[in-house]
């Protein structure tokens, strides 16, 4: 069996998803050569990853120069993913890239030049997009077993404290770095972008995703921080498909992914876990939480399973992939990605973001939110043709 020398740029926060990949699973396929980590202090596993004799670097540049890398793993913050994916691809690496793929829709078209030129694939870590479920319901979609898509609708309600904003190294909900370098770190680029990312995927070609022909969003904040913490965003692709996509941080109860998808000749519904407010949102008859259910026009149920199954499921296909020596950026690579970086970008270019009255804030030593919020997300998700009314200060 071939093996490939593998690298992760980062190693903390999300990143130790990766971290405990490489140092808990004995994947013969695999070398670690060495990790990048500027802060590697911080880290809970650098006793381990120094046990193993894995050596960690301050940037890609010293691994490079000292490794022949075959695979980087990309876990950093948003503004490094492009210089760091170049890096790599000036190296001869193939790249697995955790979302998004970048910030500025500028760069698309360098990073697809650069990985054309060095011939290796970049795979972006939208999570659902790799599940077993997701490809199923994107492939049916794909040939016309439902008819075509009328309506999507997809809402997550996180609530995040204030310790969320102050993590890292300070760019947490900032709209660019001090040297105005794009991050467009917010709810929708961040936390919840698969959700948003997983109604284009489904929508588009095998291998891509579907552009919207208008992009509209009310964007709020009640954190004391650059960007959105909670957004109503309304979509309307070619051929007449609305999408709404509703997430928040500003809220006081927990709402995980929930999603349905309406066509001609089914609905298409998921969502989580069961709790007071998915039963909210949810039909009677859906008790199949956790699992993607298609019910059919004549009463059938298709059940596609969870898509939550497997969280490694990204890196092993990257890693087989190299293995392989593939070139092909499949199921999501930077075409794929790239939309949601659009998206994101027509939203922060064309909508103003607004705070959240404050008299409608409540602020604690914790957390900061907007008492009731959620059932005026709620509500929009229920009738996506509802706005998110007065929460905006005057």
Partial sequence: MAKINVALCGIGG??????????????????????????????????????????????????????????????TPIQCHTPQILTALRNGSHVLCEKPLCADENDIAILQDASRKAGK??????????????????????????????????????????AYYRRGSGWAGKVAAADGALIY???????????????LFVLGEDGKAAMPDTIRGVLLRANDIENFDTCKVDLTFPGGTK?????????????NPTYHFRFEKADVYYSQTRNDLSVMVMPEDYT???EVIAVTADGKRISYGNP???????????????????????????????????????????????????????????????????????????????????????
């Fill in 243 to 255: 999408a709404c996509y509703i997430a928040s941080h500003a809220v006081d109860k927990t709402l």
């Fill in 14 to 75: 999300y990143a130790m998803l990766y971290t405990r990949y490489i140092l808990d699973r004995e994947d013969p396929r695999i070398c670690p050569v060495g990790v990048v980590e500027p802060y590697p202090a911080s880290c809970p596993r650098l006793a381990d990853l120094e046990a193993a004799g894995i050596p960690v670097y301050a940037t890609p540049e010293e691994l490079y120069a000292a490794h022949q890398v075959d695979l980087t793993v990309i876990a």
């Fill in 288 to 290: 199949e939480y956790g």
């Fill in 308 to 394: 939550f199954t497997d969280e490694y499921a990204k890196l092993e296909a990257a890693i087989s992939a190299a293995v392989r020596g593939d070139t092909v950026e499949y199921p999501c690579g930077i075409g794929a990605a790239s939309v949601h970086t659009r998206v994101i970008n027509r939203l922060q270019k064309h909508e103003t973001v607004r705070n959240i009255a404050a008299d409608r804030q409540v602020r604690t030593e914790e957390r900061v939110y907007a008492e009731g919020l959620w059932a005026d997300l709620i509500g929009c998700y229920k009738n996506p043709e509802e706005s998110l009314g007065d929460w905006a200060e005057v």
């Fill in 185 to 199: 770190d917010s709810i929708a680029n961040n936390a919840t972008a698969h959700y948003l990312h997983n109604m």
């Fill in 121 to 162: 694939f970049v795979f972006i870590g939208y999570q659902w997009s790799y599940a077993a479920a997701t490809l199923a319901l994107k492939r049916d979609i794909g040939e016309g077993r439902f008819g075509r898509c009328l309506e999507m609708k997809t809402i997550v309600l996180w609530p995040r404290d204030l």
